[in-house]
Nanobody
Framework: QVQLVESGGGLVQPGGSLRLSCAASGFTFSNYLMYWYRQAPGKERDMVAS????????SYADSVKGRFTISRDNAKNTVYLQMSNLKPEDTAVYYCKRLGSNYWGQGTQVTVSS
């Protein structure tokens, strides 16, 4: 079955950077488009970025374009989210998700604060 384990979150000052990782198992990773979502307190869970199975195609929410970069390593069954120039409004729990699956991992908390 699908298993996704997010890591790499933490507390960072505004303008700082973090790299999130999501280790996947239970399916043929390279066959699937992957997403990063985030959920801030009291708000809905929103998509942040997506990446095709080959990694050649990516898309981003307008709020993170130019600051976040999604990538993947199919040899390691891992998808990444490099976050730069972080803002307080980026504070949220970040989750990865596989296309076609309703499984959510535990997420990783990102807090941007001085």
């Amino acid at each position: 079955q699908v298993q996704l384990v997010e890591s790499g979150g933490g507390l960072v000052q505004p303008g700082g950077s973090l790299r999130l990782s999501c280790a996947a198992s239970g399916f043929t990773f390279s066959n699937y488009l992957m997403y990063w979502y985030r959920q801030a307190p009291g708000k809905e869970r929103d998509m942040v970025a997506s990446i095709s199975g080959t990694g050649r195609s990516t898309s981003y929410a307008d709020s993170v374009k130019g600051r976040f970069t999604i990538s993947r390593d199919n040899a390691k069954n891992t998808v990444y989210l490099q976050m730069s120039n972080l803002k307080p409004e980026d504070t949220a729990v970040y989750y990865c998700k596989r296309l076609g699956s309703n499984y959510w991992g535990q997420g990783t908390q990102v807090t941007v604060s001085s």
